[in-house]
């Protein structure tokens, strides 16, 4: 419900596009300074501990967007949201890896991240129809509710067993430095991928609104089918071919074709054509979630998974703080094609940095 209505809810307190995007930069860099310590703390504390405490925190910020009458009043409802996102991530991440077996990480990843897709098809459309038909108040106090639901149902769940987490000092090092220029390599192909995602993020909904003239539930839907629908049909057999063909290989096939479909947004001026090709391209990077988690956890020391997913979930944060930047700079200063020539650039860099990858498949 968030991604693609917050930005039309700034939008419509007079914040030009650029604004827009400095509202969610501003949030984007405070998630991305959060996030990696999340991910120490999950280790320390608890993984259960980081869910409930982000889940209170998402309650919360849509209250403040409510009685936010400025677009500069929406910088701390932001970064309130986009932080309290940050401390769940991780903890979420660590928990799946503590409770599955190493050979079928990938596919638990996969069938976990069913979640993110469900929730986008039902939510960009219900979202858009509350504030179609009831206005912004309504939509954000049912954010608010959805996410107390969340909390309760998160006081249910176990913390994972802690047993062979520890490493000796020994192995630890010796693993630290050896993924060292891995991670590097792993770290900058996320901020150039989810700085491709960022831009195509931010201008859509204004593209489709403003150049197309659809409504808020027009736009809505279109990210339910685009994101929702089109993730959704990938999470799980891409889970199930990472663990089979190898975590690399699925992440280089999954971003092979997505600046080629990119390209097609410059000649593509229907609604139907640019969802077709929306769908092609948030589907073929969603292939690579299972199979990304899934590498990181399997170079990385057991008793530093969090904080190491959490140096994942910074590139990712850091992708999606620079990207909104980039795609309103680019809208408000040239034409529109420019913020598709710069998706085109950065899934190209993400893809490129993904070949450099050591496969770290035992079967190949």
Same mark, same amino acid.
């Given at each position: 419900?968030?991604?693609?209505?917050?930005?039309?809810?700034?939008?419509?307190?007079?914040?030009?596009?650029?604004?827009?995007?400095?509202?969610?930069?501003?949030?984007?860099?405070?998630?991305?300074?959060?996030?990696?310590?999340s991910g120490f703390l999950s280790d320390k504390y608890g993984e259960k501990k980081l869910i409930i405490i982000s889940n209170i925190?998402?309650?919360?910020?849509?209250?403040?967007?409510?009685?936010?009458?400025?677009?500069?009043?929406?910088?701390?409802?932001?970064?309130?949201?986009?932080?309290?996102?940050?401390?769940?991530?991780?903890?979420?991440?660590?928990?799946?890896?503590?409770?599955?077996?190493?050979?079928?990480?990938?596919?638990?990843?996969?069938?976990?991240?069913?979640?993110?897709?469900?929730?986008?098809?039902?939510?960009?459309?219900?979202?858009?129809?509350?504030?179609?038909? %009831? &206005?912004?108040?309504?939509?954000?106090? $049912?954010? !608010?509710?959805?996410? /107390? *639901?969340?909390?309760?149902? @998160?006081?249910? =769940?176990?913390?994972?067993?802690?047993?062979?987490?520890?490493?000796?000092?020994?192995?630890?090092?010796?693993?630290?430095?050896?993924?060292?220029?891995?991670l590097g390599i792993f770290f900058f192909a996320h901020i150039f991928g989810n700085t491709a995602r960022g831009i195509l993020g931010?201008?859509?909904?204004?593209?489709?609104?403003?150049?197309?003239?659809?409504?808020?539930?027009?736009?809505?839907?279109?990210?339910?089918?685009?994101?929702?629908?089109?993730?959704?049909?990938?999470?799980?057999?891409?889970?199930?071919?990472?663990?089979?063909?190898?975590?690399?290989?699925?992440?280089? %096939? &999954?971003?092979?074709?997505?600046?080629? $479909?990119? !390209?097609?947004?410059? /000649? *593509?001026?229907?609604?139907? @054509?640019?969802? =077709?090709?929306?769908?092609?391209?948030?589907?073929?990077?969603?292939?690579?979630?299972?199979?990304?988690?899934?590498?990181?956890?399997?170079?990385?020391?057991?008793?530093?998974?969090?904080?190491?997913?959490?140096?994942?979930?910074?590139?990712?944060?850091?992708?999606?703080?620079?990207?909104?930047?980039?795609?309103?700079?680019?809208?408000?200063?040239?034409?529109?094609?420019?913020?598709?020539?710069?998706?085109?650039?950065?899934?190209?860099?993400?893809?490129?940095?993904?070949?450099?990858?050591?496969?770290?498949?035992?079967?190949?």
């Amino acid at each position: 419900m968030t991604g693609p209505l917050i930005p039309l809810f700034i939008r419509s307190l007079n914040a030009s596009v650029f604004q827009v995007s400095l509202v969610l930069f501003i949030g984007g860099l405070a998630s991305a300074l959060v996030v990696m310590p999340s991910g120490f703390l999950s280790d320390k504390y608890g993984e259960k501990k980081l869910i409930i405490i982000s889940n209170i925190l998402l309650s919360i910020f849509p209250l403040l967007y409510s009685i936010s009458d400025t677009w500069e009043e929406t910088i701390p409802c932001t970064i309130l949201n986009m932080t309290a996102f940050s401390l769940f991530i991780p903890a979420r991440m660590t928990l799946i890896a503590s409770s599955v077996k190493p050979e079928s990480m990938a596919t638990a990843y996969g069938v976990m991240n069913m979640a993110w897709p469900i929730g986008g098809v039902i939510g960009p459309f219900l979202g858009g129809f509350l504030a179609d038909n %009831y &206005g912004w108040s309504p939509f954000f106090y $049912f954010l !608010s509710f959805i996410a /107390f *639901l969340c909390m309760i149902l @998160s006081s249910f =769940l176990n913390e994972p067993d802690k047993k062979g987490k520890i490493l000796d000092k020994k192995s630890d090092s010796h693993i630290k430095s050896s993924i060292i220029l891995l991670l590097g390599i792993f770290f900058f192909a996320h901020i150039f991928g989810n700085t491709a995602r960022g831009i195509l993020g931010t201008v859509f909904p204004f593209y489709l609104t403003e150049n197309f003239h659809k409504t808020k539930t027009e736009a809505g839907l279109f990210f339910s089918i685009g994101f929702g629908i089109a993730t959704l049909t990938a999470q799980f057999p891409s889970g199930i071919l990472a663990d089979k063909f190898g975590h690399k290989r699925i992440m280089a %096939y &999954g971003t092979f074709m997505i600046p080629i $479909f990119a !390209s097609l947004f410059l /000649f *593509l001026k229907d609604y139907v @054509s640019m969802l =077709l090709i929306y769908m092609a391209i948030t589907g073929l990077w969603s292939t690579t979630w299972p199979a990304s988690i899934a590498y990181l956890i399997s170079i990385t020391p057991a008793s530093k998974r969090g904080l190491m997913v959490g140096i994942r979930q910074m590139a990712v944060r850091l992708g999606f703080t620079v990207g909104p930047l980039i795609g309103g700079f680019l809208w408000d200063n040239f034409d529109p094609a420019v913020s598709f020539y710069a998706v085109i650039f950065f899934f190209a860099a993400s893809f490129i940095l993904i070949l450099l990858l050591k496969d770290n498949s035992r079967k190949f």
